[in-house]
């Protein structure tokens, strides 16, 4: 159940990125950090492994915990969350599509070592191979925001950056167990192992 609450907490911090993006064309640097970083650690061994440190998710834990507790200040993060998760569905049913993602993460990762994870570069790539690929996929995730920002390419690559990051923890989410019965059946459980996480 740790693992999954890491999971779902990556998935929540990456998508208030990408409100947050979409309202100011900002990201936070150090959760972007975290986000972007998540994309790179396709073989870890846990789910702490991927997101690293444990105070990296503590954002995205809070958000979770809000959620679980009715207390959610953002009612577009759940509508967003759930077509990620539908998205995430199609996208590991389309193995030429997942291969290619996977290659195409692999190709940048030498980049990311070089330059760091959250260089424009990086985060053009990466905003790039999502563009190509999970963007032609049902149902398209949609960003309502500032149209001023929304209509900067370097904005919109960034978005697309945090949604591949978004997706990556829907992936992990799924494949430590998830489903949509633990936001019906297993909210007290959640709620227990995200108050265990942010002790």
Known sequence: MHGRVLALAGLAQAL??????????????????????SVF???????????????????????????????????QLPRLALAVVQLERRFVRDDEMSAHVRAGIEAQAPVAERLGSTHPDVLSALGALYSESLSHLRPRVLVQGNPHYLGQAQVVAEVRAVLLSAVRSAVLWRQLGGSLWDFLLRRRQMLAAIEDQLR
């Open 16 to 37: 208030a990125q990408v409100r947050r993006l979409a309202d100011t064309g900002q990201a936070n640097e150090e959760m972007l950090k975290a986000c972007i970083d």
């Open 41 to 75: 650690r396709i073989e870890a061994a846990s789910a702490a492994e991927v997101y690293g440190s444990p105070g990296s998710l503590r954002p995205g834990l809070t958000l979770l915990r809000d959620y679980f507790t009715s207390q959610a200040k953002d009612e």
